[in-house]
């Protein structure tokens, strides 16, 4: 997806520079992710919530 995204840009990558980015930055930015603590400022959206009212789902 990363290449086709780049493409429509006007700029042509092969498969093989895309994995070799993957390799070299991809655990740095999974460590700076697994790192972050929530803040205040994040926003979740809750799209369905399941109770059980006296043993049923609702």
Known sequence: MVEDM???RGIVVSYETIRRW???FGSV???QLRRKK???EDIWHLD???ISIAGRKH
Do not use: I, Q
Request: charged content about 40%; proline content about 7%; cysteine-free.
């Open 6 to 8: 780049l493409l429509e």
């Open 22 to 24: 993957g390799r070299k």
């Open 29 to 31: 930015y999974a460590k």
């Open 38 to 40: 929530p803040s205040r």
């Open 48 to 50: 369905e919530v399941v």
